[in-house]
């Protein structure tokens, strides 16, 4: 069985949790769209995602909820791309 690996929403890179939430082009502008680039930064080369997790858990409450927020939205836009729902 062939499996195609490519992000779903840029279609560019073989996607794993860092590129599609911290990497993808698309993912980018929206972390820059709510002022939150300097912490998508801190975390795009944490490893292992427990890492990511302590990272967040360190965060100020509001822009720790803006956070888990945006990547929950993200995971679920790209449930629906995968699924065939538009962009």
Same mark, same amino acid.
């Given at each position: 069985?062939?499996?195609?690996?490519? $992000? +779903?929403? $840029?279609?560019?890179?073989?996607?794993?949790?860092?590129? @599609?939430?911290?990497?993808?082009?698309?993912?980018?502008?929206?972390?820059?769209?709510?002022?939150?680039?300097?912490?998508?930064?801190?975390? +795009?080369?944490?490893?292992?995602?427990?890492? =990511? =997790?302590?990272?967040?858990?360190?965060?100020?409450?509001? +822009?720790? $909820?803006? =956070?888990?927020? @945006?990547?929950?939205?993200?995971?679920?836009?790209?449930?629906? +791309?995968?699924?065939?729902?538009?962009?």
């Amino acid at each position: 069985m062939k499996l195609d690996t490519r $992000c +779903v929403l $840029c279609r560019r890179y073989d996607e794993d949790g860092g590129h @599609l939430f911290f990497k993808c082009k698309y993912v980018k502008k929206v972390w820059a769209e709510l002022n939150l680039d300097q912490i998508r930064q801190s975390l +795009v080369n944490a490893q292992p995602a427990r890492e =990511v =997790v302590e990272i967040i858990l360190k965060l100020k409450e509001d +822009v720790q $909820c803006q =956070v888990i927020i @945006l990547l929950y939205f993200w995971w679920s836009e790209r449930c629906g +791309v995968r699924e065939g729902e538009k962009q």
